[in-house]
């Protein structure tokens, strides 16, 4: 199995050579998991993927103005979605259940703070979707842009940083990316998913005129 998770800093509906570049970029490497944040409905890898989407935002959504289309998470999938689960938020984390050629799988993608690592969006978040991440069952992938980097700088807090690897460790998860340096974006599983695979991951590094971002990938074997 492969994922790929990436923010593509709110691309627009008339912006088609950016759009271009993210979709030939992400299809070259032909995974089997697309979590995009930050992202735009318009965006369609076509009929080989199944998708799942947050909420369009509307013209003005909590003190910020959106264009037409933007939402905050997109994920597509090779398998298709059995079963979506309601969240604490429809515009900030979608989930659903998928069945791959072996086990079944819970994808949870999210953005945790919309507007950065602090403040009160940050917080409710975070707090909302370990509390959501812990109440799931069986194999999990958990997704998106975290604003927390486990490396390199100390974003966007040591405390957050060492409170947010302990949540995991106890609830028996693994930060597949958590050695990209300066890296907001991230991919979680299981333990027991992982169990006797090797796991190859990768930070593709993105040009600031495309995404203020880096795409993180995760190979699962």
Known sequence: MKILSWNVERLKTNEKDKLDFIKNLILSENPDLIFLTETNLTIDFGTEYFSLHSRELPDFYENQKYESKENRVSVFSKYPFKETIKTYDEYTAI????????VDLTVYGSIIGSFGGRGFYFENDLENQKSEIKKLKGNICYSGDFNIAFSGWKYPSK???DETKL???NENLVILTKENADCAIHIVMNNDFLKNKIVKSKMIEINRKISDHNAVVSEIK
């Open 159 to 161: 405390k957050v940083i």
């Open 95 to 102: 989930s659903a259940k998928i069945t791959t050629k072996s």
């Open 167 to 169: 949540f995991f460790e």
